[in-house]
């Protein structure tokens, strides 16, 4: 999609799942509390830490420097804020900036601002504004274009599909958001110039020129495409507070997080782009967290120290006084060795699952008995099986004897196959029963889940007499071969319930592969599993089996974060052609490829119900009424025509020395270490 000039947004992008990347911790020294004060001394008896210049007032026996250091399986390429995202880069991040808003328990905490922007409190505003023919305006389906007659568009007001209007040329005022922010006192970077809104400003005019030239990585799409491309201004009004201004028609249920990351215009403001990304500057970034930069022996290390500027200095944080990342490789028999000889105090995510693949019970049984801490929880990240509805040979017009057989057209078929998914069984096989299954695209413990979606529990005899009622006949009473078709109207008679399930190479989805075959095969579904490389899976339509739509069952993850991912099954995002059409199922109206092969309903779904609950959901505000019902009602048709199966919650684990204390894990936080700074040592901890 191409990236729209300066000072116009662009249209809507999501990201796709990747698989994070990971991080160990490693040595530090133990004592009982933090030290009342932090002064950096060289870190004695700590593998590869090397020591700092000696200060004026050497430390004392009775208060040695508290020193963690952080294993990474991977060393950053630099550490640009708004370049592409490594966890390792992440972990680091999190110790040199603090926020400066925190994603967590699936919703946003303000950390260097007084408080997020709400309509409840009037800080942020929802108010009519003339458009006119040019005017960057967001249209009613959801993309970023110019005004001109014909345009399909919501007049002030608007919030149905009924009172959309297709515009002539005659007056016309639309809805456009705004939200105000302003900074705590008193915040300073780590050289002690004051952070201002005008460094907030600098960000946002740096991540427009990234996005113009799609030179900074992967990073920026995870957060800002959308509230850069959609931005009508964003300015400051003061040393402390800025104003954020959508396009007309741009309705971000996500408004409260549009401040940009600010970024030291007085260390940077003087490079062009092409100056700043080799520079010093990125390997060597002013923050304003709870630690600062000191030195990065490449190949080897990165060390950090209290940051005497850090805005919650006066509590006393952080704990520790040297934090050292090192870059120590993926062997997962070494890196346990180093927890368990004391050489890690944390193994974070990638480095834990690099163990939890080698084995998972071993992990738990060394966290039972004392020798190391395992912090597992239900991830952001969940797995699916996805229904291939619309084949792309159906694209124009399904015809029975030439096209692949409709397996999955009738939502009874997709409901009889969910009930025949034993999905407990995998949580419990490979995950340990640590996880969960949910029941919708959002997960248990989303804010905006409903309570009250349609289930289906493991239950093979239901989803049998579902598929005698379709015509899927067991003719022969052997469970060792499939069903047949019999007078199913979009499959010939006498064919075989026999499709490939396809997924990648990872050896958890080689499992849950097994198993979920296994169980349908007990209600005569035939399911062979098919292992791709993940390159290839992932490939653009349409030669890639997913994006180009040519799959029967597919299993791949998608993360969920505080917004709501109904639009992954809009029939507005169906990937094809960018210039083609495509006639959905039943339907004699043909349909454009609005994101041509860039969309991500690789179902095909198209449902208009759905596609008008799912609109109403993204284009309701919180703090509007009936905002959560309108969420309640997108879940609700999901989880009854079933467009992909939802699977299971991967876990998110970490594995810590026992008397690290503070560690928490959140499905939503981008770093196991959101909370750095209060991690401390303590035995037992409380």
Same mark, same amino acid.
């Given at each position: ?8 947004? =662009? ?18 020294? *133990? ?25 004026? *007032? ?31 880069? /992440? ?122 030239? $799609?030179?900074?990585?992967?990073? #920026? ?10 931005? +009508?201004?964003? *300015? ?47 390997? /060597? ?89 395992? *912090? ?87 989803? +049998? ?28 008679? =006498? ?22 075959? =296994? /169980? #349908? ?39 969920? =974060? ?87 919650? $991967? ?27 209060? #991690? ?7």
């Amino acid at each position: 999609m191409p990236i729209l000039p300066r000072l116009t947004p =662009g249209a809507l992008r999501l990201g796709l799942l990747l698989f994070a990347l990971g991080a160990f911790l490693v040595g530090c020294s *133990i004592t009982g509390e933090p030290p009342a004060s932090a002064t950096p001394v060289e870190g004695a008896g700590t593998p590869g830490v090397t020591g700092v210049a000696p200060t004026e *007032i050497p430390p004392t026996p009775t208060s040695p420097p508290q020193v963690l250091v952080v294993c990474t399986a991977n060393e950053p390429d630099d550490l640009f804020a708004y370049g592409g995202r490594s966890p390792a880069k /992440s972990h680091i991040l999190e110790a040199l900036y603090d926020g400066p808003i925190d994603r967590r328990g699936y919703d946003y905490q303000a950390v260097i601002l007084e408080k997020l922007p709400s309509l409840a409190d009037n800080d942020a505003r929802l108010e009519p504004v003339q458009v006119n023919e040019g005017d960057w305006v967001v249209n009613a389906a959801g993309l970023l274009v110019q005004l001109s007659a014909g345009e399909q568009v919501r007049p002030f007001g608007c919030s149905a599909p009924g009172c959309v209007l297709t515009w002539d040329g005659s007056p016309l005022e639309m809805a456009q958001l705004s939200a105000d922010f302003t900074l705590l006192p008193g915040l300073s970077w780590s050289d002690g110039v004051p952070l201002t809104a005008a460094d907030s400003v600098f960000g946002f005019e740096l991540a427009r020129t990234c996005l113009e030239g $799609r030179r900074c990585g992967d990073g #920026l799409v995870t957060d800002y495409p959308e509230s850069v491309q959609r931005t +009508a201004a964003y *300015i400051a009004l003061d040393e402390r507070s800025l104003r954020w201004t959508g396009v007309p028609g741009f309705l971000d249920a996500n408004y409260r997080t549009n401040f940009f990351f600010p970024m030291p215009e007085h260390q940077i403001g003087e490079l062009t782009l092409d100056e700043l990304l080799p520079s010093e500057a990125m390997r /060597s970034p002013l923050g304003w967290g709870p630690f600062m930069l000191e030195s990065w022996a490449e190949g080897d290390q990165i060390r950090l120290v209290r940051n005497p500027h850090y805005f919650r200095a006066g509590e006393g944080l952080p704990n520790f006084d040297i934090l050292v990342f090192r870059f120590v490789g993926q062997d997962p028999e070494q890196n346990l060795n180093a927890i368990l000889s004391g050489g890690c105090d944390v193994l974070d995510r990638q480095a834990s699952e690099l163990l939890m693949d080698a084995g998972l019970e071993q992990l738990l049984d060394l966290g039972s008995s004392g020798r190391l801490a395992t *912090i597992a929880i239900p991830d952001a990240i969940w797995e699916h099986a996805d229904f291939g509805i619309q084949h792309i040979s159906y694209d124009d017009g399904f015809q029975i004897t030439q096209d692949r057989p409709d397996f999955f057209g009738d939502v009874r078929t997709r409901q009889a196959i969910a009930l025949c998914l034993d999905r407990e069984q995998v949580v419990e096989t490979i995950l340990a029963g640590l996880s969960a299954v949910p029941d919708s695209y959002l997960p248990l413990g989303h804010p905006l889940a409903n309570p009250e979606v349609t289930r289906y529990p493991f239950d093979p005899a239901a989803g +049998a007499a579902l598929l005698q009622q379709v015509g899927w006949q067991d003719e022969d009473g052997d469970p060792d071969s499939p069903r047949v078709a019999r007078g199913i109207p979009t499959v010939p008679d =006498g064919t075989p319930f026999a499709f490939t399930y396809l997924t990648s190479q990872g050896e958890q989805r080689r499992q849950a592969a097994e198993i979920l075959s =296994g /169980s #349908l095969a007990e209600c005569g579904i035939q399911a062979t599993p098919e292992f791709r490389d993940i390159g290839e899976l992932f490939a653009d339509g349409p030669q890639g089996p997913l994006f180009g739509r040519q799959f029967e069952m597919a299993q791949f993850a998608w993360q969920t =974060g505080a917004r709501n991912p109904c639009d992954l099954y809009v029939s507005s995002r169906v990937p094809g052609p960018p210039q083609g059409e495509w006639f959905p199922l039943g339907s004699s109206q043909p349909r454009p490829f609005l994101f041509g092969w860039g969309g991500q309903n690789l179902t095909g779904f198209s449902h208009p119900e759905y596609d008008q609950a799912c609109a109403a959901a993204l284009e309701a505000l919180p703090g509007q009424a009936g905002y959560i019902q309108s969420h309640w009602e997108s879940q609700a048709i999901f989880s009854a025509e079933l467009p992909v199966v939802p699977l299971y919650q $991967r876990l998110k684990l970490a594995v810590t020395r026992v008397d690290l204390c503070g560690f928490q894990l959140d499905a939503t936080a981008e770093s196991e270490l959101w909370n750095i700074e209060g #991690l401390y040592l303590g035995e037992p901890c409380p």
